[in-house]
Nanobody
């Protein structure tokens, strides 16, 4: 079974930066999506950025130009670089991976807290 472990969250002032990392253990075949999602207090979980099957990257409009998602093949990790953080970016950030047959699956990490202060 696949395991995802997020790290890198913390407390940062508005305008600052953080880099999140999702360590991926176990074998994942035929990946459909690798992405970062977040859930702010009182809101539903939403997409932040993801890498899909053909390697294309997609981002929420609110983070375009500030956040960058990337895959580190050496460390088997999915990273999210967040620049110019804003107060409204405060949330628990989750890593997600899903794959296609014959080894289809869907996995979530436990999340890492990002808190942005004014």
């Amino acid at each position: 079974q696949v395991q995802l472990v997020e790290s890198g969250g913390g407390l940062v002032q508005a305008g600052g930066s953080l880099t999140l990392s999702c360590a991926i253990s176990g074998r994942v075949f035929r990946i459909r999506e690798m992405g970062w999602y977040r859930q702010a207090p009182g809101k539903e979980r939403e997409l932040v950025g993801r890498i899909i099957t053909d390697g294309r990257k997609e981002y929420a409009d609110s983070v375009k130009g500030r956040f960058t998602i990337s895959r580190d093949n050496v460390k088997n990790a999915l990273n999210l670089q967040m620049n110019n953080l804003k107060l409204e970016n405060t949330a628990v950030y989750y890593c997600k991976v899903n794959s296609m047959s014959p080894d289809a699956g869907l996995w979530w990490g436990q999340g890492t807290q990002v808190t942005v202060s004014s």
